[in-house]
């Protein structure tokens, strides 16, 4: 079965400076999508951006980008410039291409951001 | 463009209540999921429907029932509420299963 592991409960960061949150993932297919949410206080779950893991090339949103290490299972998200708006909890995620049944999103646990001004 | 639709927003019941949870899309989307989340976790997958007339189990779908009505709806039963289901539910949608999933902005049911 796949997981999702975010090592990092909470993380701190100044307004403006960059910080990067930590996701690794164990799973045996080779083919997947991975993805970053974003659920603010207003408890909506918000798409950050997404990996198609066949991509070598790292996927980038304006001021959110990912490291994605394919052979290390690793999917880091770093967040330049932070802004306050920036405060919330993330999710990283992962989703399973092969077409059999139980195919889901699987969660971590998250990580709670704070941004500091 | 609403998006993804629950209601109701709060909800409190009593123990052995049964109560269903609505959710609606207007993105033409075939996939539907519902989702529980509990204080430290992630959300845990309960049921998804990958197309209109199929659903699925997930990760926990012990205690509840779903209906996918027509493309637009997809209705999460608790037959018989227990304190353990006190969680925040959210509904979700995507355009095919392997697609990124657009939120409704949850439900939070409290049993007592």
């Known amino acids: 079965a796949q997981t999702v592991t975010q090592s990092q409960p909470e993380m701190s960061v100044q307004e403006a400076e960059t910080v990067t949150l930590s996701c690794t993932y164990d799973t045996s297919e080779s083919d997947y999508y991975l993805f970053w949410y974003k659920q603010p206080p207003s408890r909506q779950m918000i798409l950050v951006i997404r990996?198609?893991?066949?991509?070598?090339q790292n996927a980038t949103e304006n001021r959110f980008s990912v490291n994605f290490q394919k052979a290390a299972k690793s999917f880091s998200l770093k967040i330049s410039d932070s802004q306050l708006g920036d405060a919330a909890m993330y999710f990283c995620?992962?989703?399973?291409?092969?077409?059999?049944?139980?195919?889901?999103?699987?969660f971590g646990a998250g990580t709670i951001l704070r941004v500091k001004s | 463009n609403a998006g993804v639709t629950q209601t109701p927003k709060f909800q409190v019941l009593k123990t052995g209540q049964s109560m269903t949870l609505q959710c609606a899309q207007d993105?033409?989307?075939?996939?539907m999921y519902w989702y529980r989340q509990d204080p430290g976790m992630g959300l845990r997958l309960i049921y998804y429907s990958a197309s209109e007339g199929t659903t699925d189990k997930g990760e926990v779908p012990n205690g509840y029932n779903v209906s996918r009505l027509n493309k637009r709806e997809f209705s999460l039963r608790l037959e018989s509420a227990a304190p353990s289901q006190t969680s925040v539910y959210f509904c979700?949608?995507?355009?095919?299963?392997?697609?990124?999933?657009?939120f409704g902005d949850g439900t939070r049911l409290s049993i007592l």
């Open positions: 979700a949608s995507s355009e095919r299963v392997f697609q990124p999933q657009h």
């Open positions: 990996q198609e893991a066949y991509k070598q």
């Open positions: 993105m033409n989307h075939n996939s």
């Open positions: 995620a992962y989703f399973g291409r092969s077409r059999g049944r139980g195919n889901k999103l699987v």
